[in-house]
């Protein structure tokens, strides 16, 4: 396993991260923890959840993933084995998440009643990144559309200006409950003012962001890449496989039985006009050279100079197992060079 520094931090992370998102729905307890005791064996010290999952969100299995976390750690007494982050959701009007039954929002009393649930829900003392899930001010989901659209992102009465949300994270840092702070879901203008925010204030300084990033959505190339690089906020890059799309096996309509997009019918963001074509293409492109589908895609993602992090999600072992060890595989000059000419023709179909 290959290990890198997590923003300007001491810790150093797993280029593959452990996504969990699924257990409390789609996986079992078991199941969780068999994933968790492969994926330590494999070198791998990084584990992502949020007080939203499982997935989809729903009032009664909010937090179901950090309690199967939280009961593995109790199980196995291994919390230092593992780096962890979760995520405080964003802008939302979800009732199920605060004990007044409003909406959320990124303030200073959501936020210690956020971190405070899913440390005890955790069963452990500390969260070493705790992450903003999505913005608390409009915008389109995911932050980085490929086409403006002024309602998507007009501005709120009730926004939480971003030097508030770093005094109410600096609070939590400074009483030892978390560690290291992030984002995700934002944009170019959203992660920089965070930065500047942090320095001029003296508050915690973001140190990583969680965005979409796959063959089908490089949206994160225009603007957030060299932000990554040149202010040492590195992407933990979600839905590498374009929730399952990028293996193929939704093709031609196919819906395989236990599938999340089978399941739940929440695929959407990856059926968009041109996506099937080129997802036939890349996976085309893949069998040419001789690969597994699934492991290129993966291994575009992970050797990104920006990527700090590669969060992978499975719902068996064998998908896990598959996907860990795309950590082994490189992608020679000539075929990244057929990906990016690929990527010059169907550009960004899912953003």
């Not at 399941?263 to 968009?272: K, N």
Request: charged residues 25%; aromatic residues 8%; glycine residues 8%.
């Amino acid at each position: 396993m290959e290990y890198r520094r997590l923003g300007r931090t001491d810790l150093n992370v797993s280029a593959i991260c452990l996504g969990t998102m699924t257990w409390g729905q789609q996986n079992t307890q078991a199941e969780g923890f068999a994933q968790m005791d492969y994926a330590l064996e494999q070198g791998i010290n990084f584990f992502d959840t949020a007080e939203m999952y499982s997935i989809p969100p729903k009032a009664e299995t909010q937090g179901a993933t950090e309690r199967i976390i939280g009961n593995w750690f109790k199980e196995r007494g291994n919390r230092d084995k593992v780096i962890l982050a979760s995520k405080i959701v964003g802008r939302s009007g979800n009732d199920w998440y605060r004990d007044d039954k409003g909406p959320t929002r990124v303030n200073r009393w959501q936020v210690k009643e956020a971190v405070d649930k899913s440390l005890k829900r955790l069963q452990t003392d500390h969260i070493d990144l705790y992450q903003i899930h999505f913005p608390d001010r409009p915008v389109p989901w995911g932050s980085n559309p490929t086409r403006f659209s002024k309602a998507s992102f007009e501005k709120a009465a009730d926004e939480t200006p971003i030097a508030e949300q770093l005094d109410a994270f600096a609070e939590i840092v400074k009483a030892g409950k978390v560690r290291h702070i992030g984002l995700s879901n934002e944009s170019a203008w959203g992660t920089m003012r965070f930065v500047t925010a942090s320095e001029a204030h003296g508050t915690p300084r973001v140190q990583s962001i969680q965005n979409a990033y796959n063959l089908l959505n490089r949206t994160y190339e225009t603007a957030l890449a060299e932000i990554a690089l040149r202010e040492d906020v590195g992407l933990l890059a979600y839905s590498p496989l374009a929730q399952g799309f990028l293996t193929g096996k939704y093709l031609d309509g196919a819906l395989p039985a236990g599938a999340r997009t089978t399941l739940f019918d929440r695929g959407q963001r990856y059926q968009t006009a041109g996506a099937e074509t080129a997802i036939k293409r890349y996976i085309a492109l893949a069998r040419e050279a001789g690969l597994d589908p699934a492991q290129m895609a993966l291994t575009f993602v992970t050797s990104r100079s920006f990527v700090t992090s590669n969060i992978i999600g499975a719902t068996s072992m064998e998908q896990l197992k598959t996907d860990i060890a795309s950590i082994h595989v490189t992608l020679p000059a000539d075929l990244e060079a057929r990906i990016d000419a690929i990527h010059q023709e169907v550009g960004n179909p899912c953003p």
